[in-house]
């Protein structure tokens, strides 16, 4: 994919957190700061549409192209609209854990599904295949990541940041040593994505993501470590090692 097109990516997704800041204030759409929050001011919440809508845009625009398969593409669409869509709601009017839960469970499975579920993976010099075992426990997996992403969101630059690394990372090591630039593509349209965000949300945060963007992102990045486990179980593993200080913390 021309590199213009993730510097376009990523000024869209500047200028709409603009927006989205903006609405924010109009529509007191504002995380207001709690015990156990870890900024003191009222902040607005819901830039994190801003890389929901570049990234989908994104992938629609690769399979115009014809860079990935569009089935592939289309799991990853759907799934990820529905947890931002129940995210917006959240956003504004609370919506209770059990219909979050229903729709982060049933995206899910769509992702899993898409991506081909968990490969037979080689540990300390043993096959372990879980067979069907292995979907449920993906399945559940990525709803784990996702609400932790939707639980580290309130740290000013945290989750954008490492969504940009990692994404980064990740894409350059699949396209140098794997040289599938389609699977690097996908990677890098979430860079851009959400480096346009970060630009609003390093410290002092003037956006937090909210449900709708936390939510999105996590099920994304699990996404495309699902992805990278199908090429080859080496990135599976890298993956986990750039994930790694984000979910031990």
């Keep these: 994919m021309p590199a213009q097109i993730y510097i376009l ?16 204030f109009q529509n ?12 003191t001011t009222p902040t607005p919440r819901g830039g994190g549409l801003a890389i929901v809508i570049t990234f989908i845009s994104g992938l629609l625009f690769s399979t115009f192209l014809g860079t990935f398969e569009s089935k592939i593409l289309l799991f990853f669409c759907v799934a990820g609209t529905l947890v931002a869509a129940i995210g917006w709601i959240d956003d504004h009017q609370h919506v ?13 499975c769509l992702i899993v599904f898409g991506s081909g579920g968990l490969p037979v993976l080689i540990m300390f010099n043993y096959s372990v295949d879980l067979g069907l075992l292995g979907f449920p426990i993906a399945v559940i997996s990525l709803v784990w990541l996702l609400n932790l992403y939707n639980f580290m969101d309130g740290i000013d630059g945290l989750a954008g940041s ?7 990372v990740m894409g350059l090591l699949t396209i140098v040593f794997f040289n599938q630039a389609d699977i690097a593509s996908i990677h890098w349209l979430m860079t851009a994505s959400a480096l346009g965000f970060l630009f609003w949300n390093i410290p002092p945060a003037k956006i937090f993501m909210g449900d709708a ?7 994304m990045l699990g996404g495309l470590l699902m992805l990278s486990a199908q090429l080859d179980q080496l990135l599976f593993w890298a993956w986990l090692i750039m994930l790694g200080f984000f979910v031990v913390d």
């Design 28 to 39: 007191d759409v504002i995380d207001v700061p709690n015990d156990r929050s870890s900024h």
């Design 162 to 168: 490492q969504a940009v690394v990692s994404t980064a």
């Design 96 to 108: 209770s854990a059990r219909w979050r839960l229903l729709v982060h469970f049933f995206a899910a």
């Design 9 to 24: 990516l990523l000024i869209i997704s500047f200028l709409l957190t603009a927006s989205l800041r903006y609405y924010a």
């Design 213 to 219: 963007g936390s939510g999105f992102l996590g099920l």
